[in-house]
């Protein structure tokens, strides 16, 4: 759905949302396990599309979203259940590389669907081939070479961009090598690609690394290939500073998807129970950083929110 006469000879210029504000999901994982009881494996939403009852599942997950968008005559960027779904996943979730490889091109294939549900409906639907850290979203671990990145995430790249996603992007990246290897890989699959920092209660990187340098060393690397950055699993105290502080960089953000809880990752990962915070004020906070940042377009969630979440800033922000 994405309007033909955007195209140029840089991919990112097909993104409709580059130009207007697009809603897209919440924290997935954390809504299906603590608010609808569905069992996820390692955290791993793919593994659903698996049967009917989750790709069931996965699609009124969607749907809702959808519907807010409707109401709201935004776009929306629609993220594939592939965040843990690259190769090293397949043994842990008990599957085979082929079967893994399905089950990326069926999240696809099950979001185009969608849009042709929706399609009449809405300005734009946006489909986003959705790449995870290759370990833990709060944690760098081993950091690979950038060699290694763009090797590693090349295969499920390939897969995501020929089963017909418009854009890839790489969620809750910790360390920039990572960050690197995913845009270099989206470069040779001539796909556009979003990336989205995971920052700590300071605004840096897990790896300690600023925000404003962890952007411009992707920039540097690949001659500015990403459309746009993102700023996800953090709540925005913990990056508005950051943020006021200026410079060019800021420019490149194009995206929130925050957390519902002020909480650190290490409290976070703690807890038995889930932090929804509260939406209406993440929503106002939403709503201040759009008054400062009109350019940030792409508006949701991560871990602890919900639907009620999203609503909530769609109408603060639009």
């Given at each position: 759905?994405?309007?033909?006469?955007?195209?140029?000879?840089?991919?990112?210029?097909?993104?409709?949302?580059?130009?207007?504000?697009?809603?897209?999901?919440?924290?997935?994982?954390?809504?299906?396990?603590?608010?609808?009881g569905?069992?996820?494996?390692?955290?791993?939403?793919?593994?659903?599309?698996?049967?009917?009852?989750?790709?069931?599942?996965?699609?009124?997950?969607?749907?809702?979203?959808?519907?807010?968008?409707?109401?709201?005559?935004?776009?929306?960027?629609?993220?594939?259940?592939t965040?843990?779904?690259?190769?090293?996943?397949?043994?842990?979730?008990?599957?085979?590389?082929?079967?893994?490889?399905?089950?990326?091109?069926?999240?696809?294939?099950?979001?185009?669907?969608?849009?042709?549900e929706?399609r009449a409906?809405?300005?734009?639907?946006?489909?986003?081939?959705?790449?995870?850290?290759?370990?833990?979203?709060?944690?760098?671990?081993?950091?690979?070479?950038?060699?290694?990145?763009?090797t590693?995430?090349?295969?499920?790249?390939?897969?995501?961009?020929?089963?017909?996603?418009?854009?890839?992007?790489?969620?809750?990246?910790?360390?920039?090598?990572?960050?690197?290897?995913?845009?270099?890989?989206?470069?040779?699959?001539?796909?556009?690609?979003?990336?989205?920092?995971?920052?700590e209660?300071?605004?840096?990187?897990?790896?300690?690394?600023?925000?404003?340098?962890?952007?411009?060393?992707?920039?540097?690397?690949?001659?500015?290939?990403?459309?746009?950055?993102?700023?996800?699993?953090?709540?925005?105290?913990?990056?508005?500073?950051?943020?006021?502080?200026?410079?060019?960089?800021?420019?490149?953000?194009?995206?929130?998807?925050?957390?519902?809880?002020?909480?650190?990752?290490?409290e976070?990962?703690?807890?038995?129970?889930?932090?929804?915070?509260?939406?209406?004020?993440?929503?106002?906070?939403y709503?201040?950083?759009?008054?400062?940042?009109?350019?940030?377009?792409?508006?949701?969630?991560?871990?602890?929110?919900?639907?009620?979440?999203?609503?909530?800033?769609?109408?603060?922000?639009?």
């Amino acid at each position: 759905m994405i309007n033909s006469r955007r195209e140029s000879a840089m991919p990112q210029a097909r993104l409709p949302q580059l130009q207007s504000i697009f809603l897209t999901d919440a924290g997935l994982e954390t809504d299906l396990i603590f608010n609808h009881g569905i069992d996820l494996p390692h955290f791993a939403s793919i593994a659903l599309l698996a049967s009917a009852s989750g790709t069931s599942a996965l699609e009124n997950y969607f749907r809702d979203f959808l519907d807010l968008a409707v109401r709201k005559n935004c776009g929306i960027v629609l993220e594939s259940a592939t965040w843990r779904a690259s190769p090293d996943w397949a043994e842990p979730l008990g599957l085979t590389g082929p079967e893994l490889d399905s089950l990326n091109q069926a999240a696809i294939i099950m979001l185009q669907r969608l849009r042709e549900e929706y399609r009449a409906a809405l300005p734009a639907i946006v489909i986003s081939g959705c790449i995870g850290p290759r370990g833990d979203g709060y944690d760098p671990g081993r950091i690979m070479t950038v060699d290694e990145a763009q090797t590693y995430h090349t295969h499920q790249t390939g897969r995501l961009v020929a089963a017909g996603a418009d854009q890839v992007s790489g969620i809750t990246m910790t360390n920039v090598p990572e960050a690197i290897g995913i845009a270099l890989a989206a470069r040779a699959a001539q796909s556009p690609v979003a990336l989205s920092f995971t920052v700590e209660n300071d605004g840096r990187l897990p790896t300690g690394q600023s925000l404003a340098s962890a952007i411009a060393a992707v920039d540097a690397a690949t001659e500015a290939y990403p459309a746009y950055y993102m700023i996800n699993c953090a709540h925005p105290t913990h990056f508005d500073a950051v943020l006021a502080s200026g410079g060019d960089w800021v420019g490149r953000i194009g995206g929130l998807r925050a957390n519902a809880s002020r909480c650190s990752h290490a409290e976070l990962d703690a807890m038995q129970d889930l932090d929804k915070g509260n939406a209406i004020e993440l929503a106002a906070d939403y709503g201040r950083l759009r008054e400062r940042f009109p350019h940030i377009n792409v508006l949701g969630g991560c871990c602890g929110t919900d639907l009620s979440h999203v609503a909530a800033i769609a109408e603060a922000c639009i």
